[in-house]
C-alpha cells in the first residue's frame, strides 16, 4: 500500500493517471459517449441538471454515473489512504458563485479543460482556442494569488460534512435504479431521460460508473487537476502535474487514431461550434473561476470524495450554474453562441475580476 501512494506522486505516476484518463475517454466515446465527449466534468454535470429538471433543455438531460464515480472513486480512496479530512468554511458562497460562473463559462465553449483536451486530441480546432482561453483565465488567476488573493483556510469539521456530497450522489445513483429509463419516455419517475442528442448517447450505465470510480480512485491518489498545472507551471516552473495534461493528451490521440475519432478540422464537429472568439472568451472566465477557486471541476469532485465541503459548495454551483445557462440562452450550441451567452461572459469576467481584486490580503 505504501509502494502504491509513493508511486502515484512520482511523474510516472501521474503520466500513468494522465494516460489510463486519456485512453478510457477515447474509449468512452466509441461505447457510446457523445463525440468528442468521452468525459467532459462539465457537460456530464450539466445532464444531471437536466435529469434532475433544473433545466428544460431536452437533448442534454441524463443522470451520467461517471460525475457519481468520480466522487465516490475519490472517498474509497481517502479512507483506504487515510486521506479523508472532513474541511468547510472557506468563503462558501464565493466559491459557489465560481461554480456557476465556471459552468457558464465552460458551456459557452461547451466543454471543460478536460473535454478541450480531449477534443484537441480528436482534431476539432475549435479547442485550440479554448485552450488559449483557459491558459489566459488561469495567468489572470495567477496574477490575483502573487497579489495575495486568499479565500482563507478551511477548518476542520464533522465528519458527516464531508459525506455529504458523496451521499447526494450515492442517492443519484440509487435514483437510477429506482427510475432506470424507459425506451421512448422522456421521462421515467422523477428523472427525465434525452431522446435525442447529446443527453441520449451514452456508454452502459456500469461501464460508466466502474470508470468513474476508477478515474476518481487514481485522480485522488495522483491530485490529478487541469488547472494545477498550468498554475504551477505559470507560478512555479514546475511541469509534475502538467505531464498528467500531455499524457492524457497524447494517449487520447493515439486511441482515437486507433479506433477512428480522429477528425481534423474546425466545422462539423461533434457538439461544438466555431466562433472562436466566444470559444476563447467563455474559457477565460472558467479558467479564472478555477483559478480562484483552486482546482479545476474534476479535482473540484474529487476534493469533495475526500471531505472538502468547500469544493462540494463548488460542484453544487456548477450544477446550478447549468440550470442558469439553459434556462436563460446562454448555453451554447452546434449553432453558435447562445442568445445572451456573450452578455454573460462578460457579466461573468467582471464578477471574477470583482472577487479577486476585493479578496486580497497585504502581503507584509
Known sequence: MAQLKNFFSTRWGIISVGAFIGIL????????????????????????????????????????????????????????????????GSAPIVRFILGAFAMIGALVFLGCPWRALLRFSAG?????????????????GTLFLKGGYNLGRAEKTHTSVGWLLPLIMLGFFILILIFPQVEGEAKSGVLFYSLKGPGAMHAALIISLVVGLAIGFLAQ????????????????????LFMGLLALVVFAFVTNLIVGQF???????????????????????????????????GRQLFLAGE?????ALFVLGMIVGAGFAHN???ASSPNGVGPHGIAAVIIGLLVCLFIGFTMRKKIA
Not at 480546432?125 to 488561469?138: E, H
Not at 471531505?307 to 469544493?311: E, H, I, Q, T, V
Request: hydrophobic share 50%; charged share 15%.
Open 307 to 311: 471531505g472538502d465541503g468547500d469544493s
Open 221 to 240: 491518489r495522483s491530485r490529478f487537476c487541469t488547472m494545477g498545472a498550468f498554475r504551477d507551471l505559470i507560478l512555479f516552473r514546475q511541469a509534475h
Open 25 to 88: 475517454a477515447a474509449l468512452l466515446q466509441k461505447l457510446g459517449n457523445p463525440g468528442n465527449m468521452g468525459i467532459c466534468v462539465a457537460c456530464f454535470e450539466r445532464d444531471i441538471a437536466g435529469a434532475i429538471g433544473i433545466h428544460r433543455a431536452a437533448v442534454v438531460q441524463y443522470m451520467r454515473p461517471e460525475i457519481i464515480g468520480f466522487v465516490l472513486g475519490a472517498l474509497i480512496a481517502a479512507y483506504l489512504f487515510k486521506e479523508f479530512r472532513p474541511r468547510a
Open 124 to 140: 476539432d480546432g475549435n479547442a485550440i482556442f479554448g485552450l488559449l482561453g483557459l491558459i489566459v483565465g488561469i495567468w489572470i
Open 263 to 297: 477528425h481534423p478540422g474546425f466545422a462539423k464537429q461533434p457538439v461544438a461550434h466555431t466562433m472562436a472568439i466566444w470559444n476563447f472568451g467563455g474559457m477565460v472566465v472558467a479558467g479564472l473561476a478555477f483559478a480562484l477557486a483552486g482546482g479545476c471541476p
Open 328 to 330: 436563460f440562452g446562454l
